[in-house]
């Protein structure tokens, strides 16, 4: 990673910490925590009231998102959610009602602070089928092929890696698994540096991706069907976006098909490695555990 993105994921990292203690330490209304100050376009207001009611007013005032994918996710009793980027936990219990006793819904966020605040409000919520893991929406901490349903809000766009991103979110996912993402995206006539004219990175603006490069990722990396509807503007020529795709049940590969280590292992979690380098992606994939080892 160059220094520049390492840089621009700190200064993320810096700003959700703050906003996770400004919810734990900082002031309160007569009605419970102070919500993060964001404008009418982020955070809790967007969730619907029935649903805000029914979550621990921290999670609520914890919330930085631009929508609300689990409205979008379609979830179903008994599947398995992983929502990128979970800070205070709002997507993810949310998710755990959904999907009921037999389901599990995992958060990932690279925050400490942000994880502590969850797990908080998961033990006030007395949900029992949640996990929260630490690590970074680029290298998921989770083995291939094991989530029904990737969520996530908002949080995409504070990437420095979106392929990396797209492609994490595709090897987790099982065959026929999908997404639903809102996520800021631009219009295709706006240049990146547009963009930063419109708001700054930590403020999910200037990272954003147009509406044909955010396509154009999600096919890269394999999926199908892909579907990004705007639903409100939050600057100029800039939009909060509900985006869908799906996962193929089969892929084009076949048996014959020449693979480098790289593209065998996109089966491996991020800490295996392929046990053959010269296999193909199909024998790597049908072998035991993947063909991968640690």
Do not use: W
């Amino acid at each position: 990673m160059s220094e520049q993105n390492t840089d621009l994921r700190e200064t993320v990292r810096e700003r959700y910490a703050a906003a996770a203690v400004q919810v734990t330490e900082g002031g309160t209304t007569c009605c419970g925590p102070a919500a993060i100050e964001v404008d009418d376009n982020f955070g809790g207001s967007l969730y619907a009231a029935d649903e805000r009611d029914t979550l621990p007013a921290e999670a609520v005032a914890a919330s930085l998102g631009c929508g609300n994918p689990t409205a979008v996710a379609d979830l179903n009793e008994g599947e398995r959610v992983l929502d990128l980027g979970s800070g205070g936990g709002i997507d993810v219990l949310l998710s755990a009602r959904r999907i009921g006793p037999t389901g599990k819904a995992y958060g990932l966020d690279m925050t400490e602070e942000m994880l502590a605040l969850a797990l908080a409000n998961t033990k006030k919520a007395g949900a029992t089928n949640v996990e929260f893991l630490k690590g970074t929406i680029e290298a998921v901490p989770l083995p291939a092929a094991t989530i029904d349903v990737v969520i996530s809000n908002c949080v995409i766009n504070l990437s420095t890696d979106k392929p990396a991103v797209f492609a994490e979110m595709f090897r987790v996912l099982t065959p026929g698994g999908r997404i639903g993402v809102s996520d800021v995206v631009a219009d295709d006539h706006l240049t990146p540096a547009q963009r930063a004219e419109r708001g700054d990175y930590v403020g999910c603006i200037a990272g954003a991706l147009s509406f044909t490069e955010y396509r154009a990722g999600l096919e890269a990396a394999g999926f199908s069907d892909a579907e990004i509807t705007p639903t409100h503007a939050v600057a100029d020529g800039m939009h909060s976006a509900i985006i869908r795709a799906t996962k193929p049940t089969t892929t084009n590969i076949t048996p014959e098909t020449p693979a480098s280590c790289s593209d065998a292992a996109a089966c491996c979690t991020p800490t295996e490695e392929i046990k053959d380098p010269s296999s193909t992606v199909t024998e790597a994939s049908t072998g035991q555990g993947c063909g991968c080892q640690n």
